[in-house]
């Protein structure tokens, strides 16, 4: 793993918004890929083996959704929010 590559952006999982945790989701879940393989030619060159597979793209996002599902955790599930900002 490289020393540079921070996992966790910002070394914490909170998060103004929903939105915010989500995109915060979707990074964290990128970043995993990239250590996993950190050889970027090697990942552009499978990009295309995933993009058309439909079980891959699955996959990703149930990826993305844990990551989600523990940042809502960590936000107490946005609380705070109002109704009317929720929607």
Avoid: C, H
């Amino acid at each position: 793993m490289s020393e540079q590559t921070q996992l966790i952006p910002g070394n914490s999982l909170l998060t103004a918004t929903p939105e915010e945790g989500r995109a915060l989701a979707l990074k964290i879940a990128r970043l995993t890929i990239k250590i996993t393989q950190p050889d970027a030619e090697v990942r552009e060159r499978l990009r295309p083996d995933y993009a058309n597979d439909a079980s891959m793209l699955i996959a990703i996002g149930q990826t993305v959704a844990a990551e989600f599902s523990i940042i809502a955790a960590a936000n107490n599930y946005w609380s705070w929010f109002s109704p009317s900002e929720k929607d």
